[in-house]
Structures are given as structure tokens and as C-alpha cells.
């Protein structure tokens, strides 16, 4: 299957200039006037025996809405969002130059994080291109790394170690790390995780990062699994509910897989199941039975058998 790859960002940032770098033709039309492009063009393509559908967006500003306060300007935004849903990785395409000529918080903008996570929600593999490096002047060059580095960690903490890579589509400069990026990130997001591997590691983590208390109880991990990749969906046995698991440890246990596993940069999904069931002949009210069903599938069972209304069974008389 090829793969799906997206590049999305504001007007003006050069999404059209890198497709048209990486197919090496005139296939987007490039204009320094906002607007040009108003529609997803998707390209195949082919980059070390991985095929490969660009697709192209249009640059979309605050509110998903495009530069304008018509009607009919308003699709163009809802294409980009489908576009990120349908691409496996995503590109964040940023203009470099933002930084220079506007605040140190512009580059990249409150909306272009908030877009980068936007596709870490939506279980895409996201790479930042800062774009139209080469017109930075190479003094600052180093200053304005850094920054952009330090405010690209702060904003997208829930997915650490994004990859971030400085390039210009106009002298082809790092367009072949770009892809490299890309292609790594593509085949951590689509890795298994053995499931014995994995449950070694916890234990051993715990032992070293034990779980806190929470209402008088120590939480506990008991067991973890991976069902499903694209993203990398677990699924964890606790012995609370997932309300009472703090979330700040479940974050801690993200970044130590990530570290572990060298699956950085991957958006990471946990399903929380709890081993808690609700006491035997015990009646439970409305509210406790719909809590009971949102803990997991085995104990919305159980409180199906305790509150259903038992019949008596008939006895047959039998007759000689």
C-alpha cells in the first residue's frame, strides 16, 4: 500500500513549492498571493521503492477557515481537515520568516500547534518542516533554532520528540531528510510491540516508578497489551477505573515507551480496563449501574445479570 502524505499549514508557508521540489515539476501552482491553491491535488509518487500519494492542501488560518469571511471560502478548510484524516503522516509546513519579522511567539503560531496536535489526535505521524530557511541570515540562524526547537517541545508535549527539520524547498536543501523523516516515522507508527516484551518492561518500570496512591489505594498496572497499530493503540488492566488513574503517570508511561522502544514521535493510545467488579447481591442504583457499564465490557455484564429480574421456573408435575 503507498503511503499517505499530507502537507498542511497557513497561507504563504510553501506546501505547493515542496511538492513541486519533490516531484522535480511545475504539478502546484506557486503565487506569493495567498489563495492559490483551493483544493487538495493528490500526486503519486515513489521515493527509495516506497510508493507514495502527495497530497497537497490549501493553507487554512484560525478557525479551519480560509483567508476570507465568505461562504464559499469555508470548504477549503473542511478539505485540509479531511486530508488529515485520510494521510497516514503529515507535514506542519512553517514559514521561517515569521520569526524574524513578527514576535519571538510566531514561529511557529499558536494555530500551527494547535494544528500539529490537531493531526496527533487525530493518530497521524507528524513531522514540522520550517520552511524558506535558507533567508534566514546564517548569524541568527543558530538563535532562532534554538527557539523554535524550545517552543515546538513546550507546545506539543503530549507527543515528545516530533521530528523538526530546517530545509527550503526553493534550493532543495534537507528535502531528502525530510522524506527519510518522514518514511522512519511511517514505520514507527505501523510497529507491533511483542506482547511478552512488553509486559518485562513494565515491570521492571514499575519497580523503579511505582504507581501512587489514590483514595487510600495503590494504583496498579497489571497487564498491558498492543491491539492495534496506526497509531499504536494498548490496551492496560488496572486495578482502579480510568477517572482514578492519574494522568500525569500515564504520561510518564508514554515517554518511557517512547524512550524504550524508539518509537518517539509517534502519537501513543492507551484503553484503560479496570479488574474491578461490583459486589455480589448488592442493589445498585442508576447512577452505579451507568458507572459500572463505563468501566469495561465484563462488568457491564455483570451488572446486566444483577439487575435483571429473576422469574421463577415452573416445575412440570409429572404424572404416572
Same mark, same amino acid.
Given at each position: 500500500?503507498?503511503?499517505?502524505?499530507?502537507?498542511?499549514?497557513?497561507?504563504?508557508?510553501?506546501?505547493?513549492?515542496?511538492?513541486?521540489?519533490?516531484?522535480?515539476?511545475?504539478?502546484?501552482?506557486?503565487?506569493?498571493?495567498?489563495?492559490?491553491?483551493?483544493?487538495?491535488?493528490?500526486?503519486?509518487?515513489?521515493?527509495?521503492?516506497?510508493?507514495?500519494?502527495?497530497?497537497?492542501?490549501?493553507?487554512?488560518?484560525?478557525?479551519?477557515?480560509?483567508?476570507?469571511?465568505?461562504?464559499?471560502?469555508?470548504?477549503?478548510?473542511?478539505?485540509?481537515?479531511?486530508?488529515?484524516?485520510?494521510?497516514?503522516?503529515?507535514?506542519?509546513?512553517?514559514?521561517?520568516?515569521?520569526?524574524?519579522?513578527?514576535?519571538?511567539?510566531?514561529?511557529?503560531?499558536?494555530?500551527?500547534?494547535?494544528?500539529?496536535?490537531?493531526?496527533?489526535?487525530?493518530?497521524?505521524?507528524?513531522?514540522?518542516?520550517?520552511?524558506?530557511?535558507?533567508?534566514?541570515?546564517?548569524?541568527?540562524?543558530?538563535?532562532?533554532?534554538?527557539?523554535?526547537?524550545?517552543?515546538?517541545?513546550?507546545?506539543?508535549?503530549?507527543?515528545?520528540?516530533?521530528?523538526? $527539520?530546517?530545509? *527550503?524547498?526553493?534550493?532543495?536543501?534537507?528535502?531528502?531528510? !525530510?522524506?527519510? &523523516?518522514?518514511?522512519?516515522?511511517? %514505520? +514507527?507508527?505501523?510497529?507491533?510491540?511483542?506482547?511478552?516484551?512488553?509486559?518485562?518492561?513494565?515491570?521492571?518500570?514499575?519497580?523503579?516508578?511505582?504507581?501512587?496512591?489514590?483514595?487510600?489505594?495503590?494504583?496498579?498496572?497489571?497487564?498491558?497489551?498492543?491491539?492495534?497499530?496506526?497509531?499504536?493503540?494498548?490496551?492496560?488492566?488496572?486495578?482502579?477505573?480510568?477517572?482514578?488513574?492519574?494522568?500525569?503517570?500515564?504520561?510518564?508511561?508514554?515517554?518511557?515507551?517512547?524512550?524504550?522502544?524508539?518509537?518517539?514521535?509517534?502519537?501513543?493510545?492507551? $484503553?484503560?480496563? *479496570?479488574?474491578?467488579?461490583?459486589?455480589?447481591?448488592?442493589? !445498585?442504583?442508576? &447512577?452505579?449501574?451507568?458507572?459500572? %457499564? +463505563?468501566?469495561?465490557?465484563?462488568?457491564?455484564?455483570?451488572?446486566?445479570?444483577?439487575?435483571?429480574?429473576?422469574?421463577?421456573?415452573?416445575?412440570?408435575?409429572?404424572?404416572?
Amino acid at each position: 500500500r503507498p503511503m499517505k502524505l499530507a502537507v498542511v499549514g497557513m497561507p504563504s508557508a510553501g506546501k505547493s513549492s515542496i511538492i513541486n521540489a519533490l516531484l522535480q515539476e511545475e504539478r502546484c501552482i506557486v503565487d506569493a498571493a495567498d489563495g492559490t491553491t483551493i483544493d487538495a491535488i493528490i500526486s503519486d509518487w515513489e521515493f527509495k521503492g516506497q510508493r507514495i500519494k502527495l497530497i497537497d492542501t490549501c493553507g487554512v488560518s484560525r478557525g479551519w477557515n480560509y483567508p476570507g469571511t465568505f461562504g464559499e471560502f469555508l470548504e477549503p478548510g473542511m478539505g485540509t481537515r479531511r486530508a488529515i484524516r485520510q494521510a497516514h503522516v503529515v507535514i506542519v509546513c512553517v514559514d521561517a520568516l515569521r520569526y524574524a519579522n513578527m514576535t519571538k511567539y510566531s514561529c511557529p503560531s499558536k494555530f500551527e500547534i494547535r494544528l500539529a496536535n490537531y493531526a496527533a489526535d487525530e493518530g497521524k505521524a507528524v513531522v514540522l518542516a520550517i520552511n524558506k530557511w535558507d533567508m534566514v541570515r546564517e548569524d541568527e540562524q543558530p538563535k532562532y533554532r534554538d527557539k523554535i526547537l524550545d517552543r515546538i517541545a513546550v507546545g506539543m508535549r503530549d507527543v515528545r520528540g516530533v521530528p523538526v $527539520v530546517f530545509m *527550503s524547498a526553493k534550493y532543495n536543501l534537507n528535502l531528502s531528510t !525530510l522524506m527519510l &523523516k518522514a518514511m522512519s516515522l511511517y %514505520k +514507527r507508527w505501523s510497529a507491533r510491540l511483542p506482547t511478552g516484551k512488553l509486559n518485562n518492561w513494565l515491570h521492571a518500570w514499575m519497580i523503579r516508578w511505582p504507581p501512587p496512591w489514590r483514595h487510600g489505594q495503590k494504583c496498579s498496572v497489571k497487564y498491558m497489551t498492543q491491539t492495534r497499530t496506526r497509531p499504536p493503540t494498548f490496551v492496560i488492566w488496572t486495578n482502579t477505573t480510568a477517572d482514578e488513574m492519574p494522568r500525569h503517570y500515564m504520561r510518564q508511561l508514554q515517554n518511557a515507551m517512547r524512550e524504550e522502544f524508539r518509537i518517539s514521535g509517534v502519537p501513543i493510545r492507551f $484503553v484503560l480496563r *479496570s479488574t474491578l467488579m461490583p459486589k455480589p447481591r448488592k442493589r !445498585l442504583t442508576k &447512577k452505579q449501574i451507568l458507572k459500572w %457499564k +463505563r468501566v469495561g465490557p465484563q462488568q457491564a455484564d455483570v451488572v446486566r445479570n444483577l439487575t435483571k429480574k429473576k422469574t421463577p421456573r415452573r416445575v412440570q408435575r409429572q404424572t404416572e
